[in-house]
């Protein structure tokens, strides 16, 4: 079948070259790029240091600060604390073996005062018997909607923003305060877990502190 171009007028050969263009997947290829596009990430929240002060003095329960205590200080994602048992914690050497999930790197950490004091204050509580760490009533580690319970409740007591107020906010901080203290990326890296510097490199850019250090170490230079 052939069409005489010659019969068309201006609106019809402009018709039919949009026809055509579409058929060979030019015309829309600019709409295609536009719903590929992806979205831009949106910032990672962390809490500052004086916010995380304000939040442990809101927790007067001695399971749910040991809970915040062990997630900050571990960096752990929500899903990893319920997955904590008892006989992860070594009591006399205050060490606890950290099981991390998507891919990050487990191992066994020496914890910090805080831990070991809000650790054991709980534990007065819970008793030796075997099984999770943090159990729920049910028996089983605590939940994640459990976690995000409590995190909204006790960041509202502190009157923290709402949007800092979601559990793996403690791991963003986590992350944050440790290069803030001056450890080393790679340091930091092997407390989160990070496979990929890459993943803790995003802490670095978060704040000028660091920056700000460097430069009074580098006054007399």
């Not at 962390?46 to 749910?64: G, N, T």
């Not at 060490?95 to 005062?113: D, F």
């Not at 009533?137 to 107020?165: F, N």
């Not at 001056?182 to 877990?193: N, T």
């Amino acid at each position: 079948m052939s069409i005489d171009l010659s019969s068309l007028g201006p609106a019809d050969l402009e018709a039919l070259h949009g026809v055509l263009a579409k058929l060979k997947g030019g015309a829309d290829n600019s709409d295609v790029k536009k719903r590929r596009k992806r979205p831009k990430k949106q910032a990672i929240q962390y809490l500052e240091e004086d916010e995380i002060e304000r939040l442990f003095r809101a927790v007067k329960d001695p399971r749910d600060k040991a809970i915040l205590r062990v997630a900050y200080h571990r960096g752990l994602r929500a899903s990893e604390i319920g997955r904590l048992d008892l006989s992860d914690y070594r009591v006399k050497d205050d060490r606890l073996q950290v099981n991390r999930l998507k891919g990050s790197a487990s191992g066994e950490y020496h914890l910090c005062a805080n831990e070991v004091r809000a650790l054991k204050a709980w534990l007065k509580i819970r008793g030796p018997a075997p099984g999770p760490l943090f159990p729920a009533r049910t028996g089983k580690g605590i939940s994640r909607q459990m976690l995000d319970v409590l995190i909204r409740r006790y960041g509202a007591a502190a009157g923290l923003p709402c949007e800092k107020c979601h559990m793996h906010a403690l791991k963003h901080s986590c992350g944050t305060h440790l290069l803030n203290r001056g450890e080393s990326i790679e340091d930091v890296q092997d407390h989160l877990g990070h496979r990929n510097i890459q993943n803790t490199l995003v802490y670095a850019k978060l704040t000028n502190r660091r920056r700000e250090q460097r430069d009074k170490r580098l006054r007399d230079w």
